[in-house]
């Protein structure tokens, strides 16, 4: 299906299908001091399984013919606690395939809910192979994480609400991987406000949409451990809709370092007081380090709070962080 092929339309369907149950998140203003100006930040850190999937998890399910047997998908955590919580609430059968890289706060979210989990290699390509395995063995129904036009136009959601709250938004600053999130997000936003400003932001090593857009093609990346682990895994050689999308849509994208996506943790929970995980602060982390300039009313969007509790209480006592081969040393709030 060509980019062409979603519309705003698309983004208005996807908000009646989801309203009362995933819409309406708050908007409030950052109290961080020294950024130069009001950063908006998007709580969809407030969602029932703590991050914005759930829109596009309810629109994809939302369009499932009542008869089929079940759904399966891929995930880095929090699509499959989405889709997990969305089949739950049909009574469908849901498996979810994940990584090893994936953190056991989220593997566990996944099957308290009651839906099948199966860890499958080392990259979310692996755990990408064996959801195809199961579409094709057991006739289950994948709902991708984001590569998909429902999911993308359930993300998309995010847009209409940012402008509804605030027609005056001139950035919006957008935590990037598959780019389900920042395709919906800008074709909805860019329809609405046609001189908006959308910036994609992922971090600095594992970047696979920032890699894809160099090389003018998909390509494959290696994955590593991150703060930002939300953000990682590949785009698809196959990529259909959001590589695209992306290329034609977002104006820039911008890489953060594993120390500046702690250093906006670490600000998020003493100034606003809230509990993010480190692929909500990317957008923070951008504006924190100057990697982006801000010249007018900007948003961010705090994607989630599923964070892994033990990481999350040494990056905000400022304890020593090993992640993967890189070590940050300790570093208190505000030292
Ligand atoms: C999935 C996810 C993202 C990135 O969304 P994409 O659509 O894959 O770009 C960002 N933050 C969190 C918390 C996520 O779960």
Partial sequence: MPTKALTLADVLCAAAVIRGQADGTPLVPSQVPGLGQELLLKLETTQPMGAFKLRGALNAMAALPPDAPGVVCCSTGNHGRAV???????????????????PEAKVAGIRALGAEVRIVGRSQDDAAKESLRLVAEDGLVEIPPFDDPHVIAGQGTIGLELLAARPDLSTILVPLSGGGLAAGVALAAKAI???????????????AMQASLAAGHPVEVTEY?????????????????????????????VLVSEAG????????FHHDRMVAEGASVVGLAAVMTGAVRLGGPTATILTGRNTDMTTFAD????????????????RPYGA
């Fill in 84 to 102: 997990a919580y969305a089949a739950g609430r049909r009574g469908m059968r849901a498996v979810i395939c994940m990584s090893a890289l994936v």
């Fill in 193 to 207: 406000k046609p001189g908006l400003r959308v910036v994609g932001i992922s971090m600095e090593r594992g970047a």
């Fill in 225 to 253: 451990p991150s703060l930002a682990d939300s953000l990682g895994g590949g785009i698809g050689l196959k990529n259909r809709l959001t590589f695209a999308m992306c290329r034609d849509l977002l104006d820039e994208v």
């Fill in 261 to 268: 996506i702690r250093a906006a943790m670490q600000a998020l």
């Fill in 315 to 330: 990056v905000v006592a400022g304890g020593d962080l090993q992640i993967g081969d890189i070590f940050l040393k300790g």
